[in-house]
């Protein structure tokens, strides 16, 4: 009985310990999607009490798996709405990837310690708001270098 508990326990130990493995951010298949025509539009116009969107890292062209860093910040004593927060890769069609972010979104921002990419760049929207449904967005660009 023991045995089999102890087995149980080691079971359940290596689980945890695979899905702490990479987590594919944009597969192969997305990333050979076409690329949106024209410009990507967002609306920045007036002063803007909404939350900001602030790209932390990777800084440079980042070799796959890289560490994906986004912070929140909200004025005026508001919160940030995780579940308010959407990823869109933007591709013709755009590829919804807040599922695949979700887990590691919190409160301040998003910690994705090991997102997989194909090498390439990917133009992507982050859309959040807060507790007084003010919007925030922010379009940024991976670079992640070929290995």
């Known amino acids: 009985m023991k045995r089999n508990a102890l087995l149980a326990l080691v079971v359940a130990g290596l689980l945890a310990a695979g899905s702490s493995r990479a987590a ?9 999607l076409p690329p949106p025509k024209g410009a990507v539009a967002v609306d920045q116009r007036g002063i ?22 986004l912070k929140f910040q909200s004025y005026g004593g508001a919160k940030i709405d995780p579940e308010s927060v959407k990823v869109i890769f933007l591709r013709t069609p755009n590829v ?29 929207r982050v859309d959040i708001k807060d507790s007084d449904g003010r919007p925030g967005t922010t379009v940024f660009t991976l670079k992640v270098a070929p290995k």
């Not at 990837?97 to 301040?108: A, G």
């Open 48 to 69: 803007m009490r909404g939350p900001k969107i602030e790209f932390v890292s990777p800084g440079a062209p980042a070799n796959s798996p890289l560490r994906l860093v």
């Open 96 to 124: 919804d990837l807040t599922p695949r972010v979700k887990p590691f979104v919190q409160p301040d921002g998003i910690n994705m310690q090991d997102a997989e990419l194909p090498p390439g760049e990917y133009t992507m």
């Open 24 to 32: 594919p951010l944009i597969t192969e298949e997305e990333a050979k």
